[in-house]
């Protein structure tokens, strides 16, 4: 089983529609959870931490579960400009090594 | 300017050729991180360093070493390129707890 696992998509929705990704992590102890946000064959970018109470940043919206060991993604309104691949990281340890996924592609059509 | 550059930001080499890739950055984060990325597989860390001479293995260190002379710096080395070895290579920085910042990336592909 893979330490962090995402549907690779892609997920094609229309302008704004609602999307959800999850992310399942396989280690209990994990710690730190993040999404990043990347574009084709760029730099992957911090879009942002997951904390165990939830959290909100304008349109998207994170979420923790640490029963079920997931991470949530919620995007509302989605923009084409959300078209990219979000990838759900995980630090395991608390060592500042981190596990990426290998990202949930998301195209925004008009 | 980009707060963590990467050089070169492409490169096309010969197998058995050595290659030097170099990341800088102007953060002053202690920790630095080498990673590559192929289609389907994901980031996944090469080297790292906590501070300057530190250096750690990470999951896919064979075939690859590195270098920490300084905070700001931090270098990978391919000693014989091997066709495998093709990918996109990021160098990233962070403080302790804080999430990583990438460089834009070197794209390398050896022949």
């Known amino acids: 089983r893979k330490e962090v696992e995402q549907d690779p998509g892609p997920f094609n929705v229309p302008e704004g529609a609602t999307v959800a990704f999850n992310c399942t992590y396989s280690n209990s102890a994990s710690q730190s959870f993040f999404w990043y946000r990347q574009d084709c064959r760029k730099e992957p970018k911090l879009l942002m931490s997951?904390?165990?109470s939830g959290n909100e940043d304008g349109r998207f919206t994170a979420q923790l579960n640490r029963a079920s060991q997931y991470i949530s993604l919620l995007i509302r309104d989605s923009k084409l400009s959300d078209s990219a691949t979000y990838l759900c990281?995980?630090?395991?340890?608390?060592?500042?090594?981190?596990?990426f996924g290998t990202g949930t592609r998301l195209q925004v059509f008009p | 300017d980009a707060d963590v550059t990467q050089t070169p930001r492409n490169r096309i080499t010969k197998t058995g050729k050595r290659i030097m890739l170099e990341c800088s950055q102007t953060?002053?984060?202690?920790?630095m991180y080498w990673y590559r990325q192929d289609p389907g597989l994901g980031l996944r860390l090469i080297y790292y360093s906590f501070d300057v001479k530190d250096i750690n293995k990470g999951e896919i260190s064979d075939g690859y070493s590195v270098s920490r002379q300084a905070q700001a710096k931090f270098s990978l080395s391919l000693e014989s390129a091997i066709p495998n070895q093709t990918a996109l290579y990021f160098c990233a920085t962070s403080e302790g707890g804080q999430p990583q910042h990438f460089g834009d990336g070197t794209r390398l592909s050896i022949l």
């Open positions: 953060k002053g984060h202690d920790r």
């Open positions: 997951v904390y165990s």
């Open positions: 990281v995980v630090n395991p340890w608390n060592t500042d090594k981190l596990i």
